[in-house]
């Protein structure tokens, strides 16, 4: 390594070395503790699941394709959480009778009653971040964070093409 990139490295100025920091404790943070039979991503695509049955409760379920667009992740990845669910009973498919290559997911009432149990942990944690920073600040700090989120999902993109 030469001297010139040793000391662009080390050139981090406080603004630099703030946000380094803050990033570098996400993945401290394991959510997944959170739950205790769900990991994080599990819990997320149930809530989808329930959220998008409860619209409308007229629908068959939502398709798998929706689900993987409302996780930002690839169809093959909530394939795998969804055998898992399936596996486990929380969750069950249906192929849409219309066309064979749309398949639909519901919660069953076990999936339900987990998600209600997940549900309440979850709600124990937003509660005590209420009581300890107040709403208007989690809500002025969850703003800036889905600013944030865009922002850098627009960058990378244009950075990597993608």
């Known amino acids: 390594m030469t001297t010139d990139t040793t000391a662009e ?6 603004f630099e070395k703030q946000i380094f920091h803050a990033f570098s404790m996400l993945p401290r943070l394991n959510l997944n503790s959170l739950y205790h039979d769900l990991t994080q991503g599990e819990y997320l695509l149930m809530f989808n699941i329930f959220l998008a049955c409860r619209e409308t409760p007229d629908s068959p379920g939502i398709f798998v ?3 993987a667009r ?9 394939s795998r959480m969804l055998q898992s669910l ?11 009778p219309d066309d064979r290559r749309n398949t639909y997911v519901n919660l069953t ?23 300890a920073m107040g709403e208007d600040k989690l809500l002025h700090f969850s703003d800036l964070l889905n600013e944030l989120l ?3 999902i ?5 950075q990597t093409g993608r």
């Open 9 to 14: 490295l080390l050139s981090l100025n406080d």
């Open 65 to 67: 394709s929706e689900l």
């Open 70 to 78: 409302c996780q930002m992740v690839s169809p093959s990845a909530v």
């Open 86 to 96: 399936e596996r486990r009973q929380l969750i069950k498919r249906h192929v849409n």
């Open 109 to 131: 009432e076990q999936g339900c009653a987990l998600l209600a149990e997940e549900k309440r942990r979850s709600d124990q944690v937003t509660k005590y971040l209420v009581a």
């Open 150 to 152: 865009q922002t850098l």
């Open 154 to 158: 627009v960058g990378i993109a244009k």
